[in-house]
């Protein structure tokens, strides 16, 4: 069951994730928050990939950038990012080791070239339940048509 209030909270790192974002946001309210690595992903592709790549084999976990909206008064978290490598960036994972997020409900939604929420979920559902919440199903933005359809059931 979905609860009010709800926060939109995402990572992206070339604007596609933050377009979802912010549609959703747009039709559900609350507010829209940003996750930022520290330092920064460089812009150049290959650099990027070869860092990504490097934390992905280590399983090195980014130092994420402190929020600038506490969601302690929220209990449902709409959490984006792009899937890399079929998976979430390891910044999600330090979101959930470094956000309270006990009783609360995230519903995942990705945007891919082509891979789904699904492969995403594995991973999401272990991060959900070490930290306390709950997780739903989830979304693959990669669509307008798709992620109004699918937050319809959450206006
Ligand atoms: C390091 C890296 C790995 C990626 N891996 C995948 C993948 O496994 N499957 C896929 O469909 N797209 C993959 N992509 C493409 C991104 O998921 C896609 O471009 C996404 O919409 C970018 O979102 P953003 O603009 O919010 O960063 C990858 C992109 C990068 C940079």
């Known amino acids: 069951m979905f609860m009010q209030p709800v926060a939109v909270v995402y990572f992206s790192q070339t604007g596609v994730t933050a377009n979802a974002a912010t549609e959703i946001q747009r039709v559900l309210g609350g507010p829209l928050v940003e996750l930022h690595r520290q330092p920064a992903y460089p812009e150049n592709y290959s650099e990027l990939v070869q860092i990504a790549d490097k934390e992905r084999a280590a399983h090195l976990l980014p130092t994420l950038m402190p929020l600038t909206t506490t969601l302690s008064d929220v209990t449902t978290i709409f959490l984006g990012f792009p899937t890399w490598w079929s998976q979430p960036p390891l910044i999600i994972n330090q979101f959930f080791a470094t956000t309270d997020l006990r009783g609360?409900?995230?519903?995942p939604f990705t945007t891919s070239v082509?891979?789904?929420?699904?492969?995403s979920m594995g991973t999401l559902r272990s991060l959900a339940?070490?930290?306390?919440?709950?997780?739903t199903?989830?979304?693959?933005?990669n669509s307008r048509e798709d992620t109004q359809n699918f937050i319809r059931q959450y206006q």
């Open 104 to 107: 609360k409900t995230i519903v």
């Open 114 to 119: 082509s891979s789904l929420i699904d492969e």
């Open 129 to 135: 339940k070490k930290a306390g919440a709950t997780l």
């Open 137 to 141: 199903p989830g979304l693959t933005a």
